[in-house]
């Protein structure tokens, strides 16, 4: 199973936020509660499930439909705005345990055509 869809980087406070809220995130193993580890790189931002974790998978009721959210806001932890920016359009992968978020293709290439 594998999921990939373009989302764009909104705003907290001034700062990046990404949530991501959609029931393809259950089968993938990010039910509400599932504890997660989020782990950010260079160039991307990995979530995958932990054993035990003060982040977890929340809930949202939409429509009467329960959908898992995984809320990514700019904090100490987790530095957001040294890959987004607000705006960005940012491709999310989803696959069984794992989460990648990383700058879209196009943007990567609009950044590299500027230089």
Known sequence: MKETWTQKIGTSKGAPRLCLWNK????????FGQPIKIDVQSNHVAITPAKEARRKVSKVLNHGNELPVIDLKQTKAIDLASLFAIGDPVRVTISAGRIILEKSAVVAALVNLAA
């Open 24 to 31: 393809k995130l259950i089968p993938a193993g990010f039910d």
